[in-house]
C-alpha cells in the first residue's frame, strides 16, 4: 500500500463528511519527520472558500478523520495537518512489502501500451559521447515501466536512410568495392567523409550519389545489397557498445517508414493542410511563431520530390498510434530537438492521427554531457569523445579503484568488478543529475565511495550481504519465524523510507525525470547507513526483525538499481 495515496484517500473521506466537499486529499511527505510524516494543505483552500479559519478547518477535517493507524495528527502554522504514523503499523505494511515480490507496487488497473524511442544512432557513424544520455535515460523508463507493469516497446530509431546513403553507397561502387566485405564501422566512416568532400566539391559524383538514392529507393539489387551491408556493419560495432551497457533495443529505422511517406503527404494534402512555400510542402502551425511574427513550418516534402526528418518524424507517429495502438510515446533526445517534436506533435494533432485524450506524447530531453573545461565533453585532441572509449576508460580508472581497496583480489574478478563499477559508475553520474540540465563528467568524482555516487549505494549493499553473511543465519527461516518491529528512531526512519519506494516509481512515471529514483536510493543508503550505526544486530534480541529490515532494504536497493541499469555485486 502507498502511504501518500492511503492519507489521500482518508483526507478526501474526512472533507467530504465535514464540508460536503468532493475534493482529493492534497498530502506531501513532509521533508522534516519530526513534525510529521505527512501533510495536509487542502485546509487553507477550503478557508479561503468557506470564509472561516484556517486552524478550524483544519480541526473539523481532524475530527472527521480515521485515526486507527496514525500516532499523531496536528494543526500546524496556518492550517497544515500533520499526520505521524503508529511504528506497529508502519511494521504491519513493510512486513507486507517484504513478503511481495511487487514490493508493495499495485497493477495498473489499465495495462498501456508504451513506446520507448531511444539511443537512435546513425548508421555508418559510430556512437559518441552524445548518444550515452539517451541510450541511459531510455533505458531506465523502458525498465520503470515494465516494471510498473506495462506493455514497453523499445524502439531504436535508427538513421538508415537519405541522401547521406546514396554519397556513400555511390563512393563504394567507385572507390573500394573490394574492400567492403571486411570493413568495419571505423573504415565506413573514413569512407563516408571521404564521399562527402567528393559530394560538395564534384557535381559529376553528386549526380552520381543522388541517383543512389533513386536506386536504392527502387530497391535495385546491387545498391540494396550494399546499404544492408552498411547497416550489418554499423550493428554490429553497436551491438558491443548496448551489450557493455546492458541495453535491449528493437531496430526500426527510418527505412521502415519510407513506404509510407508518399502516401502521407496525400492524406495531408486531402486534409487540405498543406501549404506550398517556395515549391516545398509544408504544414504552416499557427501556434508557432518564428522571430517575425510568421507561423512557423514543418516541411514534410522538399522542392525536388524529396522527403526529410520531418516526413520521417511524422510518419513515425502516425504509425505508432494508428497500427502500434500506443497509449503513451517517450521519444528521448537532446533538448536541442524539443521545438521540432513540438510541431511534430501539434502536425499529428492537426492531421487527427493523434488525440491527446486518449493517447500521451513526451519529449525527454537532455542536457549536455561537459568535460572539465564547461565545454562540450571531448578528447584531448578536441574530436567528439566515442562512446566505446568513454565507457572502456572508465572500467579501467575503476580497475585501478579495485585493485586499491583489493590487493590480493584475483585477475578474474577484478575484471568483474572492474566492467559493473565503472559502467555503473557512467550510469549513475548521468541519472542522477537533472536531465534537462547539462553536468560535468568526471571519473574521479564518480568512482567515489563517498556521496551520491553509484558505489557509494553499492558498498550499502555490499553491507547489508555481509550482516546476513556474519549472522550465518537462512534468511528465509527468520522470514518464518519473525517479524519486522520497528521501534528504534532510526528504525523507523528506515523503515517509512522504504515504503516510500511506490511514491518515487509514481512521480517518475509522471515526470519521466530519473534523478527522483537516484536521489531516493541515495536518501535509503544514507538511513542504512545510520540504522546500521545505531542498532545492532547479530546476537541480539532484536537479531530476527532487524534481518528482515535488512533484507527488506537490499530487496528494494536491488530492485532500484536494477531499473536504473545497474547491478549489484557482492563485494567491494
Excluded at 500506443?326 to 510541431?343: C, E, N, P, Y
Amino acid at each position: 500500500m502507498i502511504l501518500l495515496s492511503l492519507l489521500q484517500k482518508k483526507a478526501s473521506d474526512a472533507i467530504f463528511q465535514a464540508f460536503g466537499e468532493k475534493l482529493q486529499g492534497e498530502i506531501l511527505s513532509c521533508d522534516n519527520e519530526s513534525f510529521g510524516h505527512y501533510q495536509c494543505n487542502n485546509a487553507l483552500k477550503l478557508a479561503k472558500e468557506f470564509k472561516k479559519n484556517p486552524q478550524e478547518v483544519a480541526k473539523a477535517i481532524i475530527d472527521k478523520l480515521d485515526l486507527s493507524m496514525l500516532e499523531k495528527v496536528e494543526v500546524a502554522g496556518p492550517g497544515f495537518i500533520n499526520f505521524t504514523f503508529t511504528a506497529p503499523f508502519l511494521s504491519s505494511e513493510l512486513q507486507k512489502v517484504l513478503l511481495d515480490p511487487k514490493l508493495g507496487i499495485l497493477h495498473p488497473a489499465y495495462k498501456k501500451k508504451i513506446i520507448v524511442e531511444f539511443s537512435s544512432p546513425n548508421i555508418a557513424k559510430e556512437l559518441h559521447v552524445g548518444h550515452l544520455r539517451s541510450t541511459i535515460i531510455g533505458e531506465c523508463l523502458a525498465r520503470l515501466f515494465e516494471f510498473l507493469g506495462h506493455d514497453v516497446l523499445r524502439l531504436n530509431h535508427v538513421g538508415d536512410w537519405g541522401t547521406q546513403f546514396g554519397m556513400l553507397i555511390a563512393y563504394i561502387k567507385t572507390e573500394v568495392l573490394d574492400e567492403v566485405a571486411d570493413a568495419d564501422l571505423k573504415k565506413l566512416m573514413i569512407w563516408y567523409k571521404a564521399a562527402k568532400k567528393k559530394f560538395d566539391e564534384e557535381a559529376t559524383f553528386k549526380k552520381l550519389a543522388q541517383n543512389e538514392v533513386i536506386l536504392l529507393q527502387n530497391r535495385e539489387e546491387e545498391s540494396l545489397h550494399l546499404w544492408e551491408r552498411i547497416c550489418e556493419i554499423s550493428r554490429l560495432a553497436f551491438q558491443q557498445i548496448y551489450d557493455l551497457l546492458d541495453v535491449t533495443l528493437i531496430e526500426r529505422g527510418e527505412s521502415f517508414y519510407n513506404p509510407f511517406l508518399k502516401n502521407l503527404v496525400e492524406d495531408l494534402q486531402k486534409k487540405g493542410l498543406i501549404t506550398i512555400s517556395e515549391g516545398a510542402k509544408c504544414l504552416l502551425m499557427e501556434e508557432f511563431k518564428n522571430r517575425e511574427g510568421e507561423a512557423m513550418p514543418l516541411m514534410v516534402q522538399k522542392s525536388d520530390g524529396g522527403f526529410n526528418y520531418d516526413t520521417t518524424d511524422l510518419a513515425a507517429l502516425r504509425h505508432r498510434i494508428l497500427v502500434e495502438r500506443a497509449d503513451r510515446i517517450i521519444i528521448v533526445t537532446d533538448m536541442g530537438q524539443s521545438l521540432h517534436f513540438k510541431l511534430v506533435f501539434k502536425a499529428a494533432e492537426l492531421a487527427n492521427y493523434y488525440d491527446p485524450r486518449k493517447v500521451q506524447l513526451d519529449h525527454v530531453g537532455f542536457g549536455l554531457v561537459l568535460g572539465s573545461d564547461g565545454k562540450k565533453f571531448k578528447t584531448r585532441s578536441g574530436e567528439t569523445e566515442k562512446l566505446v572509449d568513454l565507457l572502456y576508460e572508465a572500467i579501467e580508472h575503476a580497475r585501478n579503484t579495485v585493485k586499491e581497496r583489493i590487493p590480493d583480489i584475483n585477475e578474474d574478478e577484478l575484471e568483474y568488478l572492474a566492467k559493473n563499477l565503472g559502467i555503473a559508475a557512467v550510469k549513475y553520474a548521468d541519472l542522477s543529475s537533472h536531465r534537462q540540465k547539462d553536468y560535468t563528467f568526471s571519473y574521479e568524482r564518480m568512482l567515489r565511495f563517498e556521496g551520491n555516487t553509484a558505489l557509494f549505494l553499492l558498498y550499502s549493499y555490499v553491507r547489508i550481504m555481509g550482516i546476513k553473511k556474519r549472522t550465518g543465519v537462512d534468511i528465509s527461516k527468520v522470514m518464518k519465524n519473525h517479524h519486522i518491529e520497528l521501534k528504534h528512531p532510526s528504525e523507523i526512519a528506515l523503515g517509512l523510507h522504504l515504503l516510500r519506494f511506490g511514491e518515487v516509481l509514481n512521480m517518475v512515471e509522471i515526470d519521466l525525470l530519473p534523478n527522483r529514483l537516484t536521489d531516493y536510493l541515495y536518501q535509503l543508503a544514507s538511513r542504512f547507513n545510520a540504522f546500521f550505526r545505531d542498532c545492532h544486530v547479530a546476537g541480539t534480541k532484536e537479531e530476527g526483525a532487524r534481518l528482515l529490515l535488512c533484507e527488506v532494504t537490499a530487496k528494494i536497493l536491488k530492485q532500484g538499481l536494477y531499473l536504473l541499469g545497474i547491478k549489484t555485486v557482492d563485494r567491494m
